[in-house]
C-alpha cells in the first residue's frame, strides 16, 4: 500500500473523502457475497474491503498533524477486543449470549463515558430500515413507548420471508399513492429520536427534528 501511493499518480491525488463512495460500494458487494454469492466470492470480497481499511491507513499515516498507520488501527482494535470480552481474557464469567452482551455493554458504556445519549454514535447514514431497527432498540432501552410502532400491520409476519412481502407491499402502496418511501420513513425516524431524547430527559435535538 505504501508503494501504491507513492507510485500511483491516482492514488496519491485520493483522500478519506474521496474514498467514501468506494468504502460504501465495497461494503455492499460483501454483502451480497455472504448473502448470495461463492465462497470465492466471499474472499475476494473481504480482500477489497480490507483494501479500504489499509488505503484509508496509508493516507493517514501521512498526517502532518496527527498521523496513525494500520498498526495502530491494529493496536487500537486488539484492545478493544480484550477490554470488551473479560469473559475471555479476564476473570469475568459468561455463559450465555446474553451475559456477554452485558460484559460487551459494559465496556463499551466505560469507553464512551463522554456520551449523554444512547443517540450519541448512531449514524443517520444507515439505511433507513437498519436505522429504524437500531432506533427501536435504543427506544426499548430507556422504557419508550413508541418502540411499540402505533399502527402496525394488521397480521404480524411469521417469517422473514413474509416479512418482506410486507414491506414491498408498502413501497407499492408508496408508489401507487406518489409517496417517497424512504423519506416517510426517515421523517417518522426523527419522530422517534425525538421521543427518545425526551425519554431520557434531556431537551430534542434540533438534528431530529422534522424539517431538518
Not at 491507513?57 to 473479560?86: C, N, Q, W, Y
Not at 449470549?97 to 466505560?110: D, G, I, Q, T, Y
Request: contains cysteine.
Amino acid at each position: 500500500m505504501r508503494a501504491v501511493r507513492d507510485r500511483c499518480v491516482w492514488t496519491q491525488q485520493i483522500d478519506h473523502r474521496a474514498l467514501v463512495p468506494y468504502l460504501v460500494e465495497e461494503s455492499a458487494e460483501l454483502i451480497d457475497a455472504v448473502e448470495e454469492g461463492t465462497r470465492d466470492d466471499l474472499r475476494e470480497e473481504l480482500g477489497d474491503l480490507l483494501w479500504q481499511v489499509l488505503f484509508h491507513s496509508e493516507i493517514a499515516s501521512r498526517d502532518p498533524d496527527d498521523p496513525f498507520d494500520i498498526d495502530d488501527v491494529a493496536r487500537g482494535l486488539t484492545e478493544k477486543m480484550v477490554r470488551r470480552h473479560p469473559h475471555v481474557f479476564g476473570d469475568a464469567v459468561a455463559t450465555t449470549p446474553e451475559e456477554v452482551l452485558v460484559h460487551w455493554n459494559a465496556a463499551k458504556a466505560a469507553e464512551k463515558g463522554t456520551r449523554t445519549s444512547v443517540l450519541d454514535g448512531v449514524s443517520d447514514r444507515m439505511p433507513s430500515l437498519a436505522l429504524a431497527q437500531k432506533l427501536l432498540g435504543k427506544a426499548a432501552s430507556v422504557g419508550d413507548p413508541v418502540a411499540e410502532p402505533a399502527h402496525g400491520p394488521n397480521a404480524s409476519p411469521a417469517s422473514e420471508a413474509a416479512l418482506g412481502e410486507a414491506l414491498l407491499a408498502l413501497v407499492a402502496t408508496a408508489r401507487a399513492h406518489g409517496w417517497d418511501a424512504e423519506r416517510a420513513l426517515r421523517e417518522r425516524l426523527r419522530l422517534l429520536e425525538r421521543d427518545i431524547r425526551a425519554a431520557e430527559g434531556g431537551p430534542p435535538s434540533s438534528a431530529t427534528t422534522p424539517g431538518r
